[in-house]
């Protein structure tokens, strides 16, 4: 997928952006990287695929977790935050 940038975020130089879509059917990231003008599509990671990426710092989602209930949300932030 290519999508043709925002003069803003093209502008301010912007590399990178993530659309997170939260449907509980289907939760879904996508990373849009910067390249010769034009955002396109560098992955997209969808229910319990694992989206991965080091820019603009390492991290790992899962889209499910986003959405999903359960004690483990008492640990958010850190063990005791």
């Not at 879904?28 to 599509?41: A, C, P």
Request: no cysteine; proline share 7%; aromatic share 12%.
């Amino acid at each position: 997928m290519i999508i043709t940038p925002s003069g803003e975020n093209a502008a301010f130089g912007i590399e990178a952006y993530w659309i997170i879509t939260t449907t509980e059917e289907k939760p879904v990231i996508v990373e849009l990287r910067l390249k010769d003008s034009e955002y396109r599509e560098a992955q997209q990671a969808l229910g319990e695929d694992v989206f991965a990426t080091d820019f603009p710092f390492p991290v790992r989602l899962v889209p499910h977790w986003l959405l999903a209930k359960g004690p483990w949300r008492e640990r958010i932030g850190g063990e005791g935050a």
